[in-house]
């Protein structure tokens, strides 16, 4: 797992059997798939989720587990060690993160909360 507190593979599983997750990994260009950008513009954790999870779902594979050892570096390194292994961490805070680092790294926008905007008003 990524953190003692945080087990990475059942995060990374949760997320990864979503139906979205599995149209970002997969490297067909069909209209359905919701990549904003190339593949290679991808954040390196990006990157190393998207290949963890067409290791998980690939038909092909001969054996049924995955070494998730590249995409633990590249958490580790994009948290600054925030996230790293042998430290404690809170699961939801983690998986807030995670899910916050992949939008970004996919070409995602950062969205700020609503504030009102205060109309002016017109001068006369």
């Known amino acids: 797992g990524v953190t003692e507190g945080v087990n990475g593979d059942t995060a990374t599983a949760a997320v990864g059997s979503t139906n979205g997750k599995r149209k ?11 990549t904003t950008i190339p593949y290679e513009e991808f954040s390196p954790i990006a990157k ?12 092909h594979r001969f054996k049924s587990n ?3 050892h590249m995409l633990v570096q590249a958490i580790s390194v994009a ?22 680092q992949l939008h970004l790294g996919v070409g995602g926008s950062i969205v700020r909360p609503n504030k009102k905007k205060k109309k002016r008003k017109k001068k006369k």
């Open 48 to 59: 190393c989720f998207s290949l963890l999870l067409r290791n998980m779902w690939s038909p």
């Open 79 to 100: 948290s600054n060690k925030r996230y790293h292994v042998g430290q404690q961490a809170e699961a939801g805070e983690f998986l807030s993160w995670l899910l916050h």
């Open 66 to 68: 995955v070494d998730p």
């Open 24 to 34: 970002m990994t997969s490297s067909s260009s069909s209209p359905t798939s919701i």
